[in-house]
């Protein structure tokens, strides 16, 4: 019995002993990316996803990482389903889901949006590379994010975003940020960023491609909006002064036209000289509707401008946000 008993205890520890190294190994399988190169190999892309990760210039790494999370180009409804994304007033262009390790991304079609497809596929990616680094790395990568974000001008776009997540989220996001907004980061990021871009500067390229065509519209339609807004202020206020003008001086020419049938005048000069100064009243007054109406039409034009304006950028908004309901014109 005792004989069985040791014989027992001796494989029941072996079993444990196998199951540990057996863990160890497929940790250490995964920890060196074994896993990542099976998904990466079964994964087989579109022929337009080919394109964009092509023409990212992406190391191995970067590839097998990229291939490992499938990328896929959707729909709106798959978008707006997988991406959780319902919200008329955030541009969704693509999300990393951590539970399927899957990247979607909104198959946008515009052709004044040349570079988002490509930027939004990096931004995703950045994404993953985050999820799958170490802790101990993690660590330190979030020292030198920070300093690289503390060391952000004031006005900096990232800066106002990045103030809309919490903490357990900031890191993540700021490391998908920097990596593909900002060039010329310090020497430790821009170390990190070569091991899955060959040329980070081209990621950001990407971005700037497209963003700075939709801020330039961004800033146009404020501008317009403005000054239409000044503008019509302007054309109350002086509507207002010169019907009260036009009032006044219709009492003026009424009294005027009473005292001449009554013959109230000492003289015809007398009544002459006050006929020409109320002509002369009623030219002024005629001369500021006419420079008010010609006002009105440069109002006018400016509210075609900016509802021209509008319609350029709600198509550029309905391309990058699957739940659009697009900016209002002004009517004349």
Partial sequence: MKTETKNKKFKTSGIVWGTIIGLLIILTFNFLGGIDYIKANLYTPSGEMQT???????????VRTLKATSPKLSTREIFNEKCNSHDSKTYVLGCYVISDDNIYLYDIESSDLDGVKESTTAHELLHAIYRRLPFWEKDSLNKELKKAYDALEKDNDIRATMELYNESDFYDELHSRLGTEIKNLPESLEKHYATIFTNQDKIVDFYEKYSSKFKKLEKELKELGTKIEESKKYIDNETARLD???DELNKKIEDYNKRIEAGNYSSVSAAKNEGNALQNEINSVNKSYDDLNKYIDEYNKMIDNY????????????????????????NN
């Fill in 52 to 62: 964009i990760i092509d023409e990212l210039g992406l190391t191995g790494k970067g």
């Fill in 244 to 246: 009260k003008l036009a």
């Fill in 307 to 330: 509802n021209s304006n509008v319609i350029q950028t709600n198509k550029i908004l309905d391309s990058i946000n699957s739940n659009s309901e697009g900016i209002e014109s002004i």
